[in-house]
């Protein structure tokens, strides 16, 4: 039985790949492991059965036998422990990629998101021209202190890991705000990212399940 | 050799445990190992030697051997690896004790960083009064769920895990919020860890870093 994650029945991001099952999905396909999919309702996603997957009513989890996961970090963590391909055979070099997974999703992601929600549910607010600025400057130093690492390279250090695969799902979340553009080095680290098969095979499958729902 | 980590030269919590460093001295006194402690000014973690340790220019870093690691999770989770006592033998056990490690990081802490970040620097802007209660209910919603999961046991799940570990220093930003308060059996854990005669050598180490800096 393959593992099972879920999934949102219908995706406030309508397929652009920005929900966090696309991190479980991009890993499960970089280690060619096949997953079946449930998908949840926004009013499910609160109720006990789903609850005691994921105590704070999210998405994905994932259940495989008799282990159930909540946090994308984990479940992806889980799945390059026992599988190759995100994580270096060298025990240094794994201990490093294991710190990006947390870099992507402690300090790059919080003032990320912390932008998203600004320009989503404080658009109407009289602080918004003022705070907006903050929030930018903000994410532009994570962005600057992570082209400066990058430094021209392809990956974070050294081969494509799960430490990449997190960094790259956490920038996506930039694509509204126009602040990737500044910084030409992370747009280009993030669209060789999005040009891997296995990250093509899980957006086009979580695309899937949004025209669906369109079409229902 | 013991590890070296870094940490605030004059810690701006005033030795109140608050700073990252806890986390990782924490994790090391709970499984026995000793380390040596580098102090940084805030102008030295901007410069080259550090931003080489960490490339977003923070404290704590790890050094041990010719490994160089950043990031609490994965300080604490190496950490957690390579000695007993911060996570279960059992497999299924293990991953769901660090699937606590990323919650605490990854859901629980950003709603309470942005909420003391508030409290910090927006207090005397216009939009305060009306920001501060949607701030105080987003960390309020994340409390009720976990307190709903901890349904009066001591621990997340099973015996005390670094998931406890790192949940318990996140709950600890929110000391001069109140809002643990309103939330006993939470405050109850967070207490519990306190307790823990771990922590007290950790936080009493930082503490003396902290009054050795205002005495001289």
Redesign the interface.
Known sequence: MPPTITAFENSPDRGRGQARDMRVRWALEEVGQPYDVRLVSFAAMKQPAH?ALN????IPTYEDG??????????V??IAERHGGLLPTDA?AR??A??W???A???M??PI??LGMAMLFERD???YA??LPMLQDRVRT?LG??S??LGGADWLDGAFSAGDLMMVTVLRRLNTSGLLDEYPDVAAYVARGEARPAFRRAFDAQLAVFQAASRS
Chains 1, 2 share one sequence.
Do not use: C, Y
């Open positions: 609850l105590p704070f009513g999210q008799d282990l159930a996961l909540f946090e994308t970090g984990a479940i963590l889980h240094n201990s490093r294991i710190a997974m947390f870099a999703l402690n300090t992601e919080p998101v912390e607010k009289s602080w003022e705070r994570r202190e992570l400066r690492r």
